[in-house]
């Protein structure tokens, strides 16, 4: 028996990007989100395309198969994830060391997101950071 799932499509609170594999694909990734988190005005565009950039990167450094970008907001938090082909399951624990060439690119996630988790499954994993998608303008001005 073949169960299917209608297809997630773009909305106001959910992208789905496939992306084949190759070394263009982070910079894809990159201008896809931009334009869509300043449309669901985000405003930790920045933060987020620099995240988007890190999974998308490291989907193509450490596989050989296609990946797939999901960017959700719910109630004001974003979730950026990046699902691939491989069961490699990445260190999410273990600092950069500045002597390996890479690997701070998890480092810049933790940094920047709220949570950073890996989701295993048969045939690949989906990493996914989380991320506080309005941040609220505090004014610095002291009561007179």
Not at 65 to 79: N, R, V, Y
Request: hydrophobic share 40%.
């Amino acid at each position: 028996m073949t169960i299917t799932a209608p297809p997630l499509t773009p909305s106001a609170t959910c992208l789905v990007v496939a992306l084949p594999w190759g070394l263009r694909s982070p910079a894809v990734a990159r201008r896809i989100a931009a334009g869509w988190l300043e449309a669901t005005e985000c405003t930790r565009t920045a933060d987020a395309v620099l995240i988007v950039s890190e999974l998308v990167t490291n989907a193509v450094r450490h596989t050989r198969g296609p990946c797939l970008l999901t960017l959700a907001e719910h109630g004001g938090s974003l979730d950026i994830a990046v699902s691939d082909h491989s069961e490699d399951m990445p260190d999410v624990h273990r600092p950069a060391s500045g002597d390996q060439r890479g690997g701070f690119g998890l480092e810049i996630m933790r940094h920047l997101g709220d949570s950073l988790r890996v989701v295993p499954r048969i045939g690949g994993k989906t990493v996914h950071v989380a991320l506080r998608a309005h941040t609220v303008a505090h004014d610095d001005r002291r009561p007179s």
